[in-house]
Antibody, heavy 120, light 110 residues
Framework: EVQLVESGGGLVQPGGSLRLSCAAS????????MDWVRQAPGKGLEWVGR??????????EYAASVIGRFTVSRDDSKNSLYLQMNSLKTEDTAVYYC???????????WGQGTLVTVSS | QSALTQPPSASGSPGQSVTISCTGT?????????VSWYQQHPGKAPKVMIY???KRPSGVPDRFSGSKSGNTASLTVSGLQAEDEADYYC??????????FGTGTKVTVL
């Protein structure tokens, strides 16, 4: 059974940093590109970034709203995906989901999400 | 790149059909056949219902169907059931921007 479990969310002040983790199991993690998607309270989904697999040279890609502040990374030896968030703003407050790319231009599995609150 | 445009709400009685539109541009919806639809119940993670415009993942009822014309994609839910009440989001591959989501539609079963 595919499982994605996010952790690391919490309350942080504006300008602060936070690192989210996503532990994957039930599939060959190294075979898949992985995404972070967020959802602000009461709002819609927003793609944040992607960590491509080894076959795609571990390339990372980002939404314009987080370029220069967020870094997506992965550790295939630990079946884990990470999101390092720096210079956080109040508008970054959201539930952050880890999601698996199916290889067919859509995400087919999602974690339960972890809440990040940026507030003073 | 802006979010894809969806109607805020849609509704229908049990057994009826409801269709949700998703309008983008030639840089996303109109440029690729990589539109997917996600269902999200309150407090839950999204679940893919349609991918590549009209394909259904295993386990998704055939009451759910997708189509596309030009820059607008559509999701139709036929034979509405109470459990179909949820938020629905479209998503499209956007080339350099990679992925863009729709604004979301709340479907109510009357």
């Amino acid at each position: 059974e595919v499982q994605l479990v996010e952790s690391g969310g919490g309350l942080v002040q504006p300008g602060g940093s936070l690192r989210l983790s996503c532990a994957a199991s039930g599939f060959t993690f190294s075979d898949h590109d992985m995404d972070w998607v967020r959802q602000a309270p009461g709002k819609g989904l927003e793609w944040v970034g992607r960590a491509r697999r080894k076959a795609r040279s571990y390339k990372t890609e980002y939404a314009a709203s987080v370029i220069g502040r967020f870094t997506v990374s992965r550790d295939d030896s630990k079946n884990s995906l990470y999101l390092q968030m720096n210079s956080l703003k109040t508008e970054d407050t959201a539930v952050y989901y880890c999601a698996r790319d199916s290889g067919l231009y859509h995400t087919d599995y999602w974690g339960q999400g972890t809440l990040v609150t940026v507030s003073s | 790149q802006s979010a894809l445009t969806q109607p805020p709400s849609a509704s229908g009685s049990p057994g009826q059909s409801v269709t949700i539109s998703c309008t983008g541009t030639s840089s996303d919806v109109g440029g690729y056949n990589y539109v997917s639809w996600y269902q999200q119940h309150p407090g839950k993670a999204p679940k893919v219902m349609i991918y590549e415009v009209s394909k259904r993942p295993s386990g998704v009822p055939d009451r759910f169907s997708g189509s596309k014309s030009g820059n607008t994609a559509s999701l139709t839910v036929s034979g509405l059931q109470a459990e179909d009440e949820a938020d629905y989001y479209c998503s499209s591959y956007g080339g350099s921007i990679l992925w863009v989501f729709g604004t979301g539609t709340k479907v109510t079963v009357l």
